[in-house]
Structure formats: C-alpha cells, structure tokens
C-alpha cells in the first residue's frame, strides 16, 4: 500500500536537510525505533509496536539508495522481521524536503508490504496511524533541531584529525573516505518504548477489534458450556 504524508520542521531547507540524512541523530526522533549500528549509507535497528498486550520486535535493516542534495531528495529502502517470527515489514520510503517560508515542508511517500497482525487493520487504519506517529515524529525532530546539535557520529567525524592517507588523497583531488566503510555501533541510547497501535489509532483500531474480540469471547462461552455439560 502507498501511505502519503508530510511534517513541517523549523529550519530552513539547506539547514534542515543534512539533519533528515543524519540517521544518529534522527531515529531517536521516531516512535518506537532504536538503532544498534550504522554503517555507511546502511543501518541496523530495531522498531517496537503493541497491539493491547501482543508486543512485537521488528528487527531490520535500512538502507540510503539514492541522495539528491541538490533537489533534496532521498530514497530509503527498509525490510525487518518480527523477530518471533509474526509477520514481515517492508517499505520504499521518498523524502522530498522544501522550503516553506523560514521552515522546511518534508514530504514522505511510503510504499509499503506488511504481513502477520499488522496487517489485519487494512490500509485504512495504517494510513491513520502512519500520520500519528509521522507527527509525533515531527514534534520530537522540531524539539531536536531546536537543540542544535550533531550526532556524536557526525560531531566526532568533523574533528576528527586528518591522516597521511587524507592528505595524500586531498593532494591528488580525491575523496579520503571514497568506497571506505566503518561499521559502528551507534551511540548507547535507553530502549524505546512500544508504539500501542491501540493508543495511537484509538477508536479507529478497536472498531476493527471489537468484532474478532467478540467471535473469540462466543468460543470461549460455548466451550465453558460444553465443559458444563461433560461435568
């Protein structure tokens, strides 16, 4: 299913958009996510969801497949698991950034495949939530470019002494950290709490609910009156 949304941060876009690429910085912003290590363009983490008392750990990874700094575009391709073996999550997902006065207007577009209990809400109610938690992400985003800082990733590559090989590299007109890779865990950060699809979506979830909670409330009424009978 395709999911559209948009969130407004208050930065201007050429200010804005390094911070949206600064993956440290920016998955602690997201409902439910935690990431374990960052490689590159790629990136390891886990992302919780609840669903009443049913919680569920989707572990996955994600990756940048195209960077536009020009027209401030970005494409990330994302595919995790839950790691009881519930169901599967994977998603194409397009950042445009643009500027909106002062501010910056990010629009995401999600393609998304989804299977096991998520899936049973249907495109209408992951569409509700997916827009909930995209504004929750945006508050938590706004709050964290407020503070102005770097991830310790990004703050420690900028002070970072140059090496011999740097400066040959700078000498002969090359990139000292073109193909390099560096895998690293990200910094220690306290697990993220759950999202409950039923806190987020509310009314809209339980409307769904409600019926397969009253088909399994009838069962258990006839199967307590079988055992009656047998008694």
């Known amino acids: 299913m395709d999911l559209q949304n948009a969130f407004t941060v208050p930065l201007p876009v050429e200010e804005a958009w390094p911070v949206l690429l600064d993956v440290e910085r920016v998955a602690p912003c997201m409902p439910g996510a935690t990431l374990l290590t960052h490689d590159g363009d790629e990136f390891i983490g886990t992302v919780k969801v609840k669903i009443g008392p049913v919680q569920m750990t989707y572990k996955g990874s994600a990756r940048f497949v195209e ?38 207007r990010v629009e995401v577009t999600t393609d998304l495949n989804i299977t096991g209990r998520p899936a049973q809400f249907g495109r209408g ?29 990004s703050a420690e ?20 950290t073109a193909g390099a890779t560096s895998t690293r865990p990200a ?27 009253g088909v399994v409330a ?8 079988r055992r009656r009978r047998r008694a």
Not at 73 to 93: L, N, P
Not at 125 to 153: I, T, W
């Open 157 to 176: 590559s900028a002070t970072e002494p140059a090496t011999e090989g740097d400066a040959a590299a700078a000498a002969n007109g090359t990139s000292p």
């Open 218 to 225: 009838l069962l258990v009424l006839v199967l307590a009156w």
């Open 67 to 104: 960077t536009d700094g020009d027209a401030r575009r970005a494409v990330i391709e994302a595919s995790g698991k839950d790691t009881r073996g519930g169901g599967t999550a994977a998603a194409t997902v397009t950042l445009q950034a643009k500027a909106d006065g002062d501010a910056t």
């Open 125 to 153: 109610v992951l569409a509700e939530v997916s827009g909930k938690l995209v504004d929750q992400f945006a508050g938590s985003l706004a709050k964290e470019m407020a503070n102005g800082q770097p991830s310790a990733a």
């Open 187 to 213: 910094p220690p950060a306290a697990p993220a709490e759950a999202i409950d699809l039923l806190s987020v979506a509310g009314g809209s979830v339980v409307k769904r609910v409600a019926p397969l909670a």
